[in-house]
């Protein structure tokens, strides 16, 4: 089962805005994950935010977190065509949850050129 | 450093066969997790290899199984095939140890079609 849910579901926004993604999710995490995938293929890791950690910021991705409303952002700034994508948020319970990464439903990305 | 290699990439199986996908990860991790894509179902942890046992699994039945050899490598096995195991089979490996927080990283997938 899908612990997270993403909002929206599709996003779609002119080259050089901003987009930004929602997440939340269940039940106590260790770290939340973000990732990226293209037309069904492989997820590229983005960015990685520890339950303790508030904010964290990598290039053009600022992700922020809020353990209190279980909830989670991703804000891709100054966005390029070649941004377009899925989106997943994914969460570790850490403990005894050994190598399982529980994925949200994802959100869709269009950036138009 | 090479990334997560998963063969083969495109599969095309029938009802009632068995098939066989492998991962190799980067080099020095020792944990490999699988998963399995639906359009349905999303993704869904299928279950985790480390040091050759098998330390997590997901709720799937008995008909997928997996291994992990001394070198890493992983492979996922999948018998009596039915339609709905149709589906994008991802692996993804992670270094195990202090502070390195289950960060996994991804190969390209495993496309199988039942037929």
């Known amino acids: 089962s899908q612990q997270g849910e993403e909002d929206p579901q599709a996003l779609s926004i002119q080259e050089g805005e901003n987009a930004t993604m929602n997440c939340s999710y269940k039940?106590?995490?260790?770290?939340l994950q973000w990732y990226r995938q293209n037309s069904g293929r492989g997820l590229v890791h983005l960015i990685l935010?520890?339950?303790?950690?508030r904010e964290k910021h990598s290039g053009r991705l600022r992700v922020t977190l809020d353990t209190s409303k279980k909830s989670s952002s991703l804000l891709i700034t100054a966005s390029r065509a070649a941004d377009t994508a899925s989106y997943f948020c994914?969460?570790?319970?850490?403990?005894?949850?050994?190598?399982?990464?529980?994925f949200g439903q994802g959100t869709i990305l269009t950036v138009h050129p | 450093k090479a990334g997560v290699t998963q063969t083969p990439r495109y599969l095309i199986k029938t009802r009632g066969q068995q098939v066989t996908l492998s991962c190799s990860p980067i080099?020095?991790?020792?944990?490999v997790s699988w998963y399995q894509q639906t359009p349905g179902q999303g993704l869904q942890f299928l279950f985790e290899?480390?040091?050759?046992?098998?330390?997590n699994k997901g709720n799937f039945p008995g008909r997928f199984s997996g291994r992990q050899f001394s070198n890493s490598r992983s492979e996922m096995n999948v018998s009596t095939l039915e339609l709905g195991d149709s589906a994008l089979y991802l692996c993804?490996?992670?270094?195990?140890?202090?502070?390195?927080?289950?960060?996994?990283?991804f190969g390209p997938g495993t496309r199988l079609t039942v037929l």
């Open positions: 935010i520890r339950s303790n950690e």
């Open positions: 039940t106590s995490i260790n770290n």
């Open positions: 290899y480390f040091s050759e046992t098998q330390r």
């Open positions: 080099s020095g991790h020792r944990s």
């Open positions: 994914a969460t570790d319970g850490g403990g005894t949850s050994y190598g399982k990464l529980t």
């Open positions: 993804a490996s992670s270094l195990v140890g202090v502070l390195t927080y289950n960060e996994q990283f």
